[in-house]
């Protein structure tokens, strides 16, 4: 979604500007723009469509060492070059970039045009611009905190102001924002990735946090204008890690690195010793994990997905009664807190909007929350009780790959650990550390043979509609399968429980609607292959995701190292990425920005 950028000191800020946009293109957005304070005062570009569009429209010269700049996801009015930010006051004295939603706009608004404002856009930001530029305050910081006092809603602000070119001031309620540390220079950023290539030191700003940012550093402080000390933590993401190197697309990189990021994620977490994981971000020590009597996942989408796949193997190692549910739909319906419940939030990004919110649902109510996050330092995770980080690495392809996988293997590891203090017995959990540390070789050799997976996925492609299944620990693997088909195909895919089909989707089955069906070799095999049969005596073609050992007679079928049962769903789902991106690839999709979705959903 929506992104910011800026930079304030030695260096032209155009160019900078430019290449943070870029960075954050992969998030999302309609339009962008830019505003740069130089000698001659201000000038600012916008345009609809790419970053390419926009550095297009840029003049010869614009000259100038700060300045801010926004790629934008239209939620007030439609995808213009009137609509894209920065927005300005009347008299382009104050540029504003804004992300999240204000919910008071068209009070504000409304208010404004009374008093005689002509507004250019039918954004929300545009209000906060005038209103920025009327504050009668004596510094642009007071300005800006007053405006902010009668903003609701959420909110990642940066500000410039002509009269003060020697500053730019920011706000954050609700979206998130970070200031970049250099040397006599200062960059602010929506995500670390639009500032990683000139500086690892970063500052993360809390909601209700403000700072002023010049080219020798930055001041933070409250809305109450009190001081807050907080100096830069250093990130490890490098800017390296977001190159595509010799592949076509993000999503592929990110699913052939799997082996070498999940090894990361597993070394020093796995106890030979006591059979468990070494889960100390956790925060929980034994007794207060045997005194938990529920596990509540909460996550959106794919992160939703792998809950429900994390809360089987809880179910089924730990012998705790676990359930995912998505966070996006918790909030809203007045959830029971329970004191014995472990909360549980799951996301790449971390900065999940309908997640961030379901964790505070479960901190005001006094809730235990943990955290499953990707993103070092960002807003999930920092408002979690404790958790456990993903280390997937960045994920850029809007599609989640890796980042799903490292969730999965996350659930083994807390489940692990919480049967570990119950009554899962050394060996049991001396065999699934055991099947942990292969893991990573496992995936590998899945990734390194893609082209059974293409064959089916060329076939796939071709049909409007497909069926994924599976059951029981299959399930949530057929489902993500199913996700990811149809973001980056835009295939209808739809998944069902195998057992779930004779009680109404079979009347969908024939020769155009074929199925893939996942199907580890475990004690439900004779019945998964029954379904089967059923779905090929309708002449359906299938594509079985399977292990060597299963027979089956289908149209394809695609095998998968065996793992211990808990763990069979993770390696079944590595095909069913591949499935999705040759599928794409085999329709000359847009494989890493699928239209309508943005990598990180940062409103509601
Ligand atoms: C699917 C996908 C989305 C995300 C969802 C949650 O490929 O990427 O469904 O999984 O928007 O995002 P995070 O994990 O960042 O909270």
């Given amino acids: 979604m929506c992104g910011i950028v800026g930079y304030i000191g030695g260096q032209a800020a155009t160019p900078i500007l430019i290449d943070g946009l870029t960075q954050l293109e992969y998030r999302g957005y309609d339009s962008a723009g830019i505003a740069v304070l130089g000698p001659s005062g201000a000038r600012r570009v916008r345009s609809v ?92 910081e007071q300005a800006v905190l007053a405006t902010v006092g009668r903003l609701t809603g959420t909110f990642a602000l940066a500000v410039m102001d002509t009269e003060h070119p020697d500053r730019i001031v920011v706000a954050r309620n609700g979206s998130p924002l970070i200031l970049g540390v250099g040397d006599h220079e200062m960059f602010v950023a929506s995500d670390v990735s639009a500032v990683v290539r000139h500086t690892s030191q970063v500052v993360h700003l809390d909601d209700g946090e403000c700072a002023t940012v010049t080219a020798g550093g930055f001041h933070l402080f409250t809305a109450e204008a009190e001081t807050v000390g907080r100096s830069a933590t250093t990130v490890e993401m490098t800017a390296a890690e977001l190159e595509l190197g010799n592949h076509e697309h993000f999503m592929l990189k990110e699913i052939l690195e799997q082996p070498q990021s999940l090894e990361r994620m597993l070394t020093g977490r796995l106890d030979d010793r006591f059979a468990t994981a070494r889960l100390d971000g956790l925060n929980l020590d034994p007794q ?26 809880i179910e089924e190692l730990a012998r705790i009664p676990a359930d995912a549910e998505p966070a996006s739909e918790f909030r809203y319906r007045n959830p029971i807190i329970e004191p014995d419940t472990l909360y549980v939030a799951v996301s790449q990004s971390g ?62 590891l807390m489940a692990l650990a919480l049967g570990r203090v119950r009554d899962l017995s050394i060996t049991d959990g001396a065999r699934i550390v055991r099947a942990l540390k ?17 064959e089916a996925a060329q076939l796939l492609a071709q049909a409007p509609s497909l069926f994924f299944i599976g059951r029981v620990r299959g399930y949530p693997t057929a489902r993500e399968g199913a996700q990811k088909f149809k973001e980056i195909s835009y295939r209808h895919a739809e998944a069902y429980q195998t057992s779930e089909l004779k009680h109404g989707p079979l009347a969908l089955i024939s020769p155009e609607l074929p199925t893939v069906a996942v199907i580890p070799d475990d004690e439900l095999l004779d019945r998964n292959i029954g379904a089967l049969h059923e779905i090929s005596a309708r002449g359906g073609d299938i594509v079985a995701i399977t292990h060597d050992t299963v027979e089956v007679d289908t149209r394809l079928k695609i095998t998968v190292p065996k793992s211990e049962p808990e763990l069979d769903p993770i390696l079944l789902m590595i095909p069913t990425q591949l499935l999705a991106y040759h599928a794409a690839l085999a329709l000359g999709e847009n494989i890493d920005k699928p239209r309508n979705l943005a990598k990180s959903v940062t409103v509601e």
């Fill in 49 to 140: 469509g790419r970053v390419r569009d926009l550095e297009a429209a840029l003049p010869k010269r614009l000259a100038g060492k700060a300045g801010i700049g926004h790629t934008r996801w239209a939620t007030h009015g439609a995808p213009s070059e009137a609509n894209a930010h920065p927005q300005a006051d009347g008299a382009e004295r104050i540029f504003v970039v804004h992300n999240g939603i204000i919910d008071n706009a068209r009070s504000l608004r409304e208010a404004l045009q009374a008093d005689g404002v002509q507004l250019t856009s039918d954004t929300d930001t545009e209000a906060i611009a005038h209103l920025v530029a009327a504050a009668e305050e004596d510094t642009l």
């Fill in 351 to 412: 900065e999940t909007a309908d997640t961030a919110f379901a964790v505070q649902e479960v901190k005001r109510k006094g809730g235990t929350i943990v955290g499953l996050v990707n993103v070092v330092g960002s807003t999930i995770a920092r408002e979690v009780d404790g958790g456990l980080y993903l280390h997937a690495g960045p994920e850029v392809s809007v599609a989640s790959t890796k980042a799903n996988t490292h969730m999965a293997v996350g659930f083994v």
């Fill in 288 to 313: 207060a994990m045997r005194r938990f009597k529920r596990v509540k996942i909460l996550g959106c989408g794919s992160a939703y997905y792998m809950g429900q796949l994390g809360a089987s193997v």
């Fill in 438 to 454: 292969e893991l990573p070789r496992q995936i590998g050799e899945i990734v390194a043979d893609g082209a059974k997976i293409a």
